[in-house]
Nanobody, 124 residues
Framework: QVQLVESGGGLVQAGGSLRLSCAASGPAFSTYAVGWFRQAPGKEREFVAAISWSGITRYYEESVKGRFTISRDNAKNTGYLQMNSLKPEDTAVYYC?????????????????WGQGTQVTVSS
C-alpha cells in the first residue's frame, strides 16, 4: 500500500511558477511510474505528465510541454512537478498518481494510488 500526499499548490499570477511535491510512503514507490493529473471545475480529470521509475522516460500533455517539468527523487520517495509560465487555464486541482502495475508509464489501471490533490489557482 502506498499513500501519496501532494503539497506546493497555491495562488500565483499568470507567468509565475509553482513546484508541486508528491510525498509517498513505502519503499515500493521507487519502482512505480508516477504521474500528475489535474481537474478544473466542471471538467474531467486530465493527464498532465508522467515519469518512469528510473526518471529517464517522461511524458507530457501537449499544452504543458516546455513549461512543466516532471521529476522524482527515489531516495526521498518524492515526485515533483515544476510549473513555469503558468496560465489562467492551468487553474485546477492537481493530483499525483502512482502506478503499481507499470514502471514506465501511468496506465488506466484501477489499481492506481492517488493523492488527495492540491489546488493551483492562476490569476490573470
Amino acid at each position: 500500500q502506498v499513500q501519496l500526499v501532494e503539497s506546493g499548490g497555491g495562488l500565483v499570477q499568470a507567468g509565475g511558477s509553482l513546484r508541486l511535491s508528491c510525498a509517498a510512503s513505502g519503499p515500493a514507490f521507487s519502482t512505480y511510474a508516477v504521474g500528475w493529473f489535474r481537474q478544473a471545475p466542471g471538467k474531467e480529470r486530465e493527464f498532465v505528465a508522467a515519469i518512469s521509475w528510473s526518471g529517464i522516460t517522461r511524458y507530457y500533455e501537449e499544452s504543458v510541454k516546455g513549461r512543466f517539468t516532471i521529476s522524482r527523487d527515489n531516495a526521498k520517495n518524492t515526485g515533483y512537478l515544476q510549473m513555469n509560465s503558468l496560465k489562467p487555464e492551468d487553474t485546477a486541482v492537481y493530483y499525483c498518481a502512482a502506478d503499481p502495475t507499470s514502471r514506465v508509464k501511468v496506465t488506466t489501471t484501477p489499481s492506481l494510488y492517488w493523492g488527495q490533490g492540491t489546488q493551483v489557482t492562476v490569476s490573470s
